[in-house]
């Protein structure tokens, strides 16, 4: 099942593309790769950006969060409807991992794919005749495209970067794109940042997931297919710019809700009723403040003009 | 616990689970046989190299490299010549955290006695898998690599004798020939290579426009290459010009056979075919299996075709057909069904043809049939724990 509903849809599909495209440095399958990468970014582009943004507004609401846990730690139905003026929702960092989740099978598909495609034992090439589609033996010459040619500047695709500059591109580019899905924080010292990751989970969370799958990933290039690591190259840069455009346009968007603030204080609306942000006590500790209607209605605006 | 462990733990198991995938495929093959003197026939099996002495009817030795710990696996048929035994291995990784494979070229000499000695190997020629069966000359070895390489190893202590190895475009999977000073390499890169034996230097290459995946075959002045492009090419041995080629139903993945002014070849489908050997024309054409990688072996006047089997079957279940066929009408003679699929190309010892057969979990078995009574025929099961 694993094999007809990943491995061989993904096989065909680079074998295809691997023949409708030129070369580049002579090989087109690096070609088919990046093409097949942009492909699967953009299939999951609605998913991650809703992840992206999702992590972004759950690491900011953190503090808040804390606060209402700490409050109504013993009223659990309270603290769910105070969740909910805040509008945060717990069940949404769940689906907020779902891209990471469809990432794996990808993975494991494509890494299947490659060393298949690229059939670099006789009975792994034999193994490939029986996984191509009729429609695309037909579209494709495939005895005469195959076996696909496994070099590709100094790198043989079927094989491990043997000077390591994959693994350290792995591991930088993963390193940027995980860095920008983080929101940027002032310089702490050590103690209190410790202090702020044992009162925020989620935090400390982020903060080793940082570092943790850049190092996982560099890891596995070791070991892993050139190819492989093309791909996750290439797909860790267009999540830089994916990561870099959720960024702007969330600190837009800030920017646009703070502006907005704004217009109360001058309409004369009671401080009361203004947004609260999360503050910091002196000890370090977030402290919150019942936070107000997010929305002022129209008529209430015009009512407080006159 | 803090909460960041878990996670941890949970991408490193997915981490694992990940570096498991796919490593099946990646390294295995099937067995590759060579006949070597006195009835005594060299199989590697995955993690050894195994003498059967069939006139004897038992097993010499299995050999393993004591360093390789079971990782080590062995699938190129190996080359014997002079009493040494020559073989290369699948490659070892140089760690979980390195990116580097070692693969190595292994000399045993003593081939019949019950030890035979290593002579000495050679670690530092390629960096991907040894698939090719080498050539043995007087002075050297030349080893086909499936990082593309060719090199010229002393057959005295393996240094490598060429000043710089020859880069082909693609892996080297056919066993190289050798005719008065020039060696015939095919290439996965669709071109067959004619080489300088004391340099190494390129004389020529021909294109045939498909990948050559098995040896070539030799006869006069005339080279023969079964190709992927579902054609045999004969070129030229002086110059590498295409003097004819012959077209198949579907790709040529064995190496053609010849005797008596025919080429005898079987393509991936299962049609056999018949040529005349200086012109290309058809003698005679059949359909006689499914599935044929192997190489075409004619012997007394017999075409002998090992099949794969019906593709529609599971690996596993499959089972292999070795079938008989008149060199001069391409009539069957006899067909005997094999219990697991036929991927080696069959071996001539004697008056008996041996086949190898191993499927994904079943252990190496040596089928023997008397080629004067089909009928009679014996099986042999190495056993395969003993280590030398």
Known sequence: MWDALVIDPMTNALLFLYNILPGLAGNSFVVAIALFTILIRLITLPLNLRQQKSSMKMQEMQPQVQAIQKKYKDNPQKMQEEFKKIGYNPTESLTGCLPLLIQFPILIGLYRAIITLLGSTPQALFELTDRIYPFIDELVNVSEALPIPNKFLWLNLAQPDPFYVLPVLVFGTMFISQKLLTPSTKKEDGDKKKKKQDDNPMAGMTQSMQYTMPLMFGFFSLSFPSGLSIYFILSNVIGIGQGYLTRSSMAKEKAAQEAGEEIPKTTGIPAEAKVQPATSGADGRSSYKQPAKKKTSKRKRRSAKR | ???????????????????????????????????????????????????????????????????????????????????????????????????????????????????????????????????????????????????????????????????????????????????????????????????????????????????????????????????????????????????????????????????????????????????????????????????????????????????????????????????????????????????????????????????????????????IIDLSDPDRSWTFVPQVEDES
């Not at chain 2, 005594?40 to 360093?67: H, S, T």
């Not at chain 2, 498909?210 to 045999?232: C, E, P, R, W």
């Not at chain 2, 002014?261 to 006689?288: K, M």
């Not at chain 2, 012997?299 to 292999?320: L, N």
Request: proline share 5%; charged share 15%.
């Open chain 2, 1 to 367: 616990m803090p909460v960041k462990w878990p996670v941890i733990i949970l991408l490193f198991t997915v981490a694992f689970i990940l570096s498991a995938c796919g490593t099946s495929v990646a390294n295995s093959n099937w067995p590759g046989m060579t006949a070597g003197e006195n009835g005594v026939v060299y199989v590697a099996f995955g993690p050894g190299i195994v003498a059967v002495d069939l006139n004897e009817e038992k097993q010499l030795w299995v050999y393993r490299p004591q360093e390789s710990n079971n990782s080590l696996q062995f699938y190129a048929a190996p080359s014997v010549d002079r009493g040494q035994l020559v073989f290369g291995d699948y490659g070892a990784s140089g760690g979980f955290i390195s990116a580097s494979v070692t693969v190595s070229v292994y000399a045993l000499e003593e081939l019949l006695s019950q030890n035979p000695v290593l002579a000495w190997s050679q670690s530092q020629i390629a960096q991907d898998r040894i698939i090719a069966q080498p050539l043995q000359l007087e002075d050297r070895v030349i080893v086909g690599t499936a990082d593309n390489f060719v090199v010229a190893l002393a057959n005295q202590d393996g240094r490598p004798i060429w000043n710089d190895p020859f880069e082909a475009g693609h892996s080297i999977w056919g066993h190289p020939i050798e005719d008065d000073g020039v060696i015939f390499v095919p290439s996965l890169d669709k071109n067959v290579y004619a080489l300088d034996a004391e340099t190494g230097e390129e004389i020529w290459q021909s294109n045939v426009g498909g990948s050559v995946s098995d040896k070539l075959v030799m006869n006069g002045d005339l080279i023969y290459a079964g190709s992927f492009d579902k054609q045999v090419h004969a070129l030229d041995k002086a110059t590498g010009a295409s003097r004819w080629t012959a077209l198949a139903q579907a790709a040529v993945w064995g190496a053609p056979a010849y005797a008596d002014g025919v080429v005898y070849f079987v393509d991936l489908d299962g049609n056999a075919f018949a040529v005349g050997a200086e012109t290309g024309e058809l003698r005679w054409e059949r359909p006689v299996a499914e599935y044929v990688v192997a190489a075409t072996v004619v012997d007394d006047g017999v075409v002998y075709v090992a099949a794969a089997g019906d593709p529609d079957i599971a690996p596993a279940e499959r089972q292999g057909t070795l079938i008989a066929l008149s060199a001069d009408t391409g009539e069957e003679l006899w067909q005997k069904q094999m219990p697991s699929p036929l991927f080696t190309t069959p071996v001539i010892v004697e008056d008996s043809i041996v086949v190898a057969m191993q499927n994904e979990t079943g252990p190496l078995t040596l089928e």
